[in-house]
């Protein structure tokens, strides 16, 4: 099993984000261009990188001050179980400590990874 590298950059490119959005039937990837923007405009994005393959995704949209939304974390199926999804909500969690509001949005019906993620990870303020 080859290490996942964690960054804090948007060097990703469509090509990297749709198969993670399609393999994890996000309905986001039937609208790449909003997604992309939607992404690269997030206050911040944690990726995780199998070589040169995108395997997880979270993100953050926040006012800068108080309150903070975590509205996207998706690991690739092939890679639930190694605590990826632990790793990129601890990481955006952390960065946002001091924050008087903090909120996971997940989509309805949240599969059981996203569950484990959020509710292993540090408790997020509300």
Same mark, same amino acid.
């Given at each position: ?17 749709? !198969?993670? +959005? ?19 405009? &997030? ?26 939304? +975590? !509205? ?6 092939? +890679? ?31 599969? &059981? ?14």
């Amino acid at each position: 099993m080859s290490e996942i590298e964690l960054r804090d950059t948007r060097d990703f490119t469509i090509d990297d984000v749709l !198969p993670l +959005y399609r393999a994890n039937e996000w309905s986001w990837a039937k609208d790449p261009v909003k997604l992309l923007e939607a992404l690269r405009n &997030s206050h911040s994005v944690v990726t995780a990188w199998d070589a040169s393959t995108l395997v997880g995704l979270g993100n953050a949209i926040t006012d800068g001050w108080v309150v903070v939304y +975590y !509205p996207h974390l998706l690991v690739h199926p092939d +890679y639930h179980r190694r605590g990826i999804g632990r790793q990129i909500i601890s990481r955006l969690t952390d960065k946002f400590a001091g924050f008087h509001t903090s909120k996971c949005c997940l989509p309805r019906g949240p599969s &059981s990874f996203t569950s484990r993620a959020v509710s292993t990870s540090p408790p997020v303020r509300q």
